[in-house]
């Protein structure tokens, strides 16, 4: 149940930081198109728009990452805060948030560096 809400919370994160992000030239598909075009990318600009796409969405999970991270650090700062009676389980909460953005960012670089390598193998 944690995992589930972890990835619920991360594909609400990606949507809220694309939207943030709307300044740079960004590759943002639906869930849907994104499916179809992973399975049907052949040309090496198919395959370097999901590079792409999947660097931006590891990107904003390093971003989210850091952001809690740091709320982490004020929270430890804080006596009064680290002295409440949930704050162990708060943070927790945060720590086990960290590294599911980071293992999420891992898991994007992953992809993103597949689609470049098959982008040096297709056709133009």
Known sequence: ????????????????LASLNAGEAKVDFTSRELKTRVESAQTRTE????????????QAF??????????????QADPMASASKHSGIMMGH???????????????????????????KARQ
């Open 1 to 16: 149940m944690k995992r589930i809400s972890a990835v619920l919370f991360l594909v609400g994160v990606t949507a809220t």
């Open 47 to 58: 395959h370097l728009q999901l590079a792409t796409y999947f660097e931006q969405r590891a």
């Open 62 to 75: 390093l971003d989210e990452s850091q952001a809690q991270a740091e709320m982490v650090a004020r929270y």
């Open 94 to 120: 945060r720590q086990n948030l960290i590294k599911a953005l980071e293992d999420g960012a891992r898991r994007m670089n992953q992809f993103a560096a597949l689609h470049r390598f098959m982008a040096r």
